[in-house]
């Protein structure tokens, strides 16, 4: 188990290793968890491992497929040139793996198309599907793999994490990369490396704390800055929602100890003396309808005009 190089996680490092000690090893993997959870990382170490290598550098059979550039999901074309590959032998030993990013953005076609092969693949190879949300794989195909699901690590792993990857972090920057981070190492490599999403989080809690009734200043200033953030949208929605959490967390126990943005707690504690429970509730409400809009691809102006405008009447 000390071998791996991804931190957490643990379960399924110990599943996939017996697995593949008792030669169990299933030939049709899904991985599914949140952008920036390890699924990758994870998929490399076990098809290294099912190759009998130890190193972690690029093998000519291991053959990684993403979504082409430009694209939004993944069609029959990109299908048969993966089949095709998976049906050549492999080109050092007697095994062969293929890794599909974003198996989820698959058209139902393309993964219809890829169903025979998965139902009988080639002897020696195997394939490990990675996504983010399950119910965008047909059941024909979950069926016939192996699942695993990825879930947030603790705060002790990912402690561990920034010590092993960022020891130079101070106190007060560790405590702001966990903040927006919740547990997701890829998140707190993009914070670590991008400033840009360093001004968001400072920008929403000031939203959050300027909300006012019928304000229509308020509505358009915060509205456009939204707006113009484009690919980050759904970064500052977490920060609403993680703050509202810590919020909800200290109005019912008092213990600042329990809050994840520690570094912004005189904030937390000025937004928990303005909103009732009920109000906090509602604010969440807002903003996972306010993502699942976003994530339908409505118009993003009228999506936060619409957002803040409810936020103020709550």
């Not at 119910?135 to 002790?156: A, H, M, P």
Request: net charge negative; proline share 3%.
């Amino acid at each position: 188990m000390d071998s791996y190089r991804v931190i957490g996680h643990q379960g399924i490092k110990l599943q996939i290793t017996n697995s593949i000690k008792l030669n169990r090893f299933s030939h049709a993997h899904i991985l599914v968890g949140e952008d920036g959870i390890g699924k990758s990382m994870i998929a490399k170490e076990m098809a290294i491992r099912v190759l009998g290598k130890n190193e972690l550098k690029p093998y000519v059979d291991i053959i990684e497929f993403k979504i082409p550039k430009g694209r939004k999901s993944i069609g029959i074309e990109e299908v048969k040139d993966i089949v095709e590959e998976i049906n050549k032998k492999p080109y050092e030993g007697d095994k062969k793996v293929i890794i599909l990013y974003n198996s989820d953005k698959m058209t139902e076609a393309a993964q219809n198309a890829l169903l025979k092969t998965i139902e009988e693949p080639p002897s020696g190879s195997f394939m490990i599907l990675l996504c983010e949300k399950l119910d965008g794989i047909l059941d024909t195909i979950k069926s016939r793999c192996q699942v695993y699901k990825f879930n947030r690590l603790s705060q002790e792993d990912m402690l561990l994490f920034l010590k092993n990857r960022f020891p130079q972090l101070s106190g007060e920057e560790v405590k702001a990369v966990l903040a927006f981070s919740d547990g997701i190492p890829g998140r707190a490599e993009k914070f670590i490396s991008d400033s840009f999403l360093c001004e968001i989080r400072d920008t929403v809690i000031d939203m959050l704390k300027e909300l006012k009734d019928n304000d229509l200043e308020y509505s358009l200033k915060f509205s456009n800055y939204l707006v113009n953030m484009k690919d980050e949208w759904q970064e500052a929605l977490t920060c609403i929602l993680s703050y509202i959490r810590d919020v909800f967390i200290y109005k019912e126990t008092g213990n600042q100890e329990l809050i994840i943005n520690a570094d912004k707690f005189e904030c937390i504690k000025t937004i928990g003396e303005m909103f009732s429970f009920n109000k906090l509730n509602d604010i969440i409400d807002i903003v996972k309808n306010t993502r699942e809009k976003l994530e339908k691809n409505v118009n993003p102006a009228l999506v936060f005009d619409s957002m803040l405008v409810k936020m103020q009447e709550v």
